[in-house]
């Protein structure tokens, strides 16, 4: 049609791991957003139909090889890297020489430069990118130049449960700064496509477990984006587990509640606070469950307070590869440009019961 607004050609770095294969799906399904580009080297020499299960123009980009990412970003106007830390950082300078936008979805730029060697297990290299990158989570509001941003971090999948459940909490003044522990489940597509012994289906079936305690490097994403939302500084205990399914993340925030608040209070701060975000729900405690937000940008959340103990506690449900990763990333592009935020995540459709 004559006054339909031109697409908008971007690419996937990484399209074979799985926030790259959803991101495809998202993207073969958006508006405005036109895959021009697929990059990995496991899958490179096919067609992007040929290995995910669409149909149309998504489905006939041919996907190359990694070392011809630096020139086949040419021409396009944003990039997703799908990619672990390390290349990420290589790859993001790449884009921007090459004057083009980029997400993010590993964690090269999510923390301060500092952190990088005790959470990430290297120096960070690049303190150009680190000083220009915005970590945006756009329901905590800590995305406000995200329409000038060149580079922007992608928040991490318990990072995005977590924060929101505890910010919630925080800004309807329900809960001290002080003690917060969260804990949060997720499913195996969470540990990456990368095959392991201690991922493989005997290995975890009729599991549970912990993982990395103490040192999960979405600790201090948390921390940080909940300075950056206005909560100032402070300190969470975090501990994530494995369940043996394959999306999703429930999160558990546990906090000390304040003197005269009650679980209405509580209710109350989460009903506040999705007030106006179009992928945000509140629910009862009893209603955030994993099956309602797979497939889905939604977050389903919920608060209930104990005054006799002291305590108030949080839940917040998301789908790990949507919007904790894939979708989220979809969103922030939008803001990026301009478009609707719920541009191409609006109908996706969850599975409950």
Known sequence: MANEPSRIPVGIIGVSGYSGMELARLLAGH????LALAVSDKWAGDTVGDRLPFSGPSATVRIRPQAESATAMTGLELVFLCTPAEASLELAGQALAAGVRVVDLSGAFRLAMDEYPRWYGFAHPRADLLEIACYAMPEAGSSSDIRQAKLVSNPGCYATASTLATLALLRGGVIAKEGIVI??????TGAGRKASEEMSFTELDGDFRAYKVLKHQHTPEIERTLALAG????????TPYYLPLRRGILATVYGRLLPGKTGADAAAAI???????PFLRATKPEGVRLHAVVGTNRVLM???ADPERGVAIAFAAIDNLVKGAAGQAVQNANLMFGLAETAGLELLGGTAP
Do not use: I
């Not at 508006?31 to 036109?34: E, H, L, S, T």
């Not at 804990?183 to 195996?188: E, F, L, N, P, V």
């Not at 909560?231 to 975090?238: D, H, I, K």
């Not at 009903?271 to 975000?277: E, L, N, Y």
């Open 31 to 34: 508006p405005r957003f036109a």
């Open 183 to 188: 804990d949060a489940k997720s499913g195996m």
């Open 231 to 238: 909560a100032g500084a402070l300190r969470v205990t975090f």
């Open 271 to 277: 009903k506040a606070f999705v007030a106006d975000r």
């Open 302 to 304: 919920a608060a209930d």
